[in-house]
């Protein structure tokens, strides 16, 4: 059966910002801006992505600018998330024909979470999510962008940000609205996925690796092996599989990060995709073929005493090249 092969990819950008603009305790000179948008132009044609999300953009215009210096999405839609108390966005570019697509903010009512009867106070993303349904080849597909809280502490302003203590709660606030952040995004990807035809595809940064729990909640666990089969089936029709681990299960080395922290080599980009594109499934209408990282311009800085420029992103790009499968009797 032909195939048709489509590319997508993920893209932090690392503070994707006009010149001469504060975003942070930042600004960039014209110099640094020019210099970001041609290297990241450049990674763009590397990436040779049809389909890419991005996070950390402050400024759309910066974003279109670095698009057409790329010269790959000249007949490209782009679409873009809303800032949040002057933080960044995401977005997401597509050659392919964009048919809808919302940004949504708020916590799904019934995601909210409690501890011991106590309602946590966390009902909104801290960077609004983006849903977009797009048409592939003629298969309509839900591509959800995001980037959930950092790992940074959520530290209250009056303490002092060096003490041992204060950092350790502040870097459990920090997981836990990460955490309530996976729980909507779960109920999104269930309403989304239950009961449904239609390739469902996640991707960005989600400040965790595959296997922490965070992850593990948006893709949802599959079924245990003693589990009837009409019970198994259900549970596959709301589960994600990363990228990541559909290519590791056909390749013996494994050389896969997109961020290094004091000398940690971590995935924190991540690619899942619904059970659609996943080679064991009968009813499958696609199937996942290479998957690639850009990440040889990161910096082990426990290693060596240099610092990525401000001009590149501190973070890979994750690729996947997905195939369609076309019946063209049909």
């Known amino acids: 059966m032909p195939s048709h092969r489509f590319r997508i990819g993920t893209f932090n950008l690392c503070n994707l910002a006009l010149p001469n603009t504060r975003f942070y305790r930042e600004v960039y000179s014209p110099e ?35 698009l057409t210096e790329s010269r790959i999405y000249d007949s490209a839609k782009l679409v873009v998330s809303k800032h949040i108390n002057d933080s960044p966005a995401v977005a ?6 964009i048919l809808s697509y919302q940004v949504i903010e708020q916590f799904p009512a019934a995601a909210k979470l409690d501890i011991q009867g106590e309602l946590l106070s966390f009902d909104r993303f801290s960077r609004p999510v ?50 309530a952040e996976a729980t909507a995004l779960r109920m999104l ?6 009961n449904q035809d239609y390739p469902v595809i996640v991707m960005g940064d989600v400040n965790d690796t595959a296997l922490a729990v965070t992850t ?28 990541k681990d559909i290519q590791a299960r056909r390749s013996y080395g494994d050389f896969f990060y997109t961020h290094i922290h004091n000398g940690h080599y971590e995935t924190l980009d991540q690619i899942l995709v619904s059970q659609e594109f996943v080679s064991g499934n009968p009813r499958r209408i696609g199937r996942v073929g290479h998957v690639s990282v850009l990440n040889d311009h990161l ?22 090249v997905l195939e369609l499968d076309r019946d063209e009797s049909q």
């Open 216 to 243: 593990q909640i948006i893709a949802g666990e599959p079924p245990h092996r003693e589990l009837p089969s009409d019970r198994k089936r259900q549970i596959w029709d709301v589960l994600l599989y990363n990228v």
């Open 189 to 194: 990807l269930m309403e989304t996925l239950q």
């Open 130 to 179: 983006l849903s977009v349904k797009i048409a592939i080849h003629g298969v309509e597909c839900i591509v959800f962008v995001v980037h959930l809280k950092s790992k940074r502490p959520i530290l209250p302003e009056d303490v002092d940000r060096h003490d041992p203590i204060e950092r350790a709660k502040g870097q459990a606030r920090s997981l836990i609205l990460r955490a």
């Open 92 to 97: 997401l570019v597509s050659n392919f024909p």
């Open 299 to 320: 910096i082990d800085q426990a290693l060596m005493d240099e610092e990525i420029p401000l001009w590149q992103s501190d973070h890979g790009q994750l690729v996947a």
């Open 32 to 66: 640094t801006y020019r210099r970001k948008k041609t290297w990241t132009a450049n990674q763009l044609q590397r990436m040779r992505a049809d389909i890419v999300g991005f996070q950390e953009v402050f400024h759309t215009e910066a974003l279109q600018e670095t």
